[in-house]
């Protein structure tokens, strides 16, 4: 991508559904940790790619919004749902745990396993309309994908019985407790 407005402007996108889908998890009672957005310049764009989306107690979360209307993974509009860029995915140094699949029109969420997927996923070459680059996709069939209640459960374990989370870090580092009220 060579146009630095559009990258900024995809950039910042991402993130706010980022800190969308970390308020869900911490919702859900987990210790979420946004890291702080930060834009140097197109030139610096690979910096990006070991860069984590979210974690959750601990546990590193990607996340990437559709802009396709669905309310579940039962009813996304395509037999498979696009987890990401393989030269994204094999350039991580460290892996996520799992992908959430968010959807720009109405917020609503499905999960991805990577460690009981990864074996199904394909590859697929894909023409980004937006970004107007083609790049070699991993996807896999949507039955794969399942709530993100049911993957946070065994994948990140269960959440705290406390109200909104133990502890939450978003973007600009300021944490929030419940012994914070």
């Not at 974690?55 to 669905?70: A, D, L, P």
């Not at 994948?155 to 407790?177: C, E, Y």
């Amino acid at each position: 991508m060579n146009n630095p407005e559009l990258f900024c402007s995809e950039l910042l996108k991402g993130y706010l559904w980022q800190l969308f889908v970390g308020e869900r998890f911490r919702l859900m009672g987990y210790e979420v940790c946004v890291p702080q957005m930060s834009y140097k310049g197109l030139k610096h764009a690979k910096e990006y790619l070991n860069s984590r989306d979210l974690t959750v107690n601990g546990k590193i979360v990607e996340v990437k919004s559709r802009n396709y209307k669905f309310t579940s993974q039962d009813d996304f509009p395509f037999p498979t749902i696009l987890i990401e860029t393989k030269s994204g995915f094999e350039g991580k140094k460290d892996r996520p745990v799992m992908y959430v699949s968010v959807c720009q029109q109405n917020g609503a969420m499905c999960a991805l396993d990577v460690k009981k997927t990864y074996n199904q996923w394909s590859a697929v070459k894909i023409y980004d309309r937006v970004r107007k680059v083609s790049s070699m996709t991993f996807q896999c069939e949507k039955g794969l994908w399942e709530s993100v209640d049911s993957a946070a459960e065994h994948l990140i374990g269960p959440a705290s019985d406390k109200n909104f989370g133990p502890t939450s870090v978003f973007g600009n580092g300021a944490r929030w407790s419940p012994s914070d009220e």
